[in-house]
């Protein structure tokens, strides 16, 4: 039976130098999110007769995205490699504003805090649509897995 979706997502410890407790958090709550309610159907592994479930690694090599896709007992279906190069700006600015919000929440009104949330929002909504994009004719996925995906993304770039 077809079951077009995540059921595990690792992240490649190496490529993840260093990160807080709010980034701790971040990753936490994306991996929860993404396991809990995500579309995710590989076309490749798809048309070769491997629907679903899958596993996923996520990790930066060489500045690009490497996406090992998995079957549910772990066999590598393939792996996908995209460039992150269009993705420097909405990482740098998704960080920014992070670091805004985080800051925000320990001092700032509630208005300022919703303030930078909207926006932190719409920095993240425009990768999330720049990454169904990207994975179109490899992947199709949602708004939300896409969403929640760049949060892991993120987390791979942060350099502390």
Known sequence: MADPRIIHIELDE??????????EQERRIAIFDLIEENTFKP???????HQGPYRIKLAVEEGRL???VSDEDGQ?????????GRFRRPIRDYFAICDSYYQAIRKATASEIETIDMARRG???EAAEMLVERLAGKVE???????RLFT????LHIRG
């Open 66 to 68: 490497a996406l090992e």
């Open 76 to 84: 590598v279906l393939e792996l996908l490699v995209l460039g992150l």
């Open 43 to 49: 076309l490749r592994a798809w048309e070769a007769g």
């Open 14 to 23: 190496a490529t993840i130098l260093w990160r807080n407790a709010d980034i």
């Open 123 to 125: 920095v993240h909504n």
């Open 141 to 147: 996925t949602d708004f939300a897995t896409a969403r």
């Open 152 to 155: 892991l993304i993120c987390v």
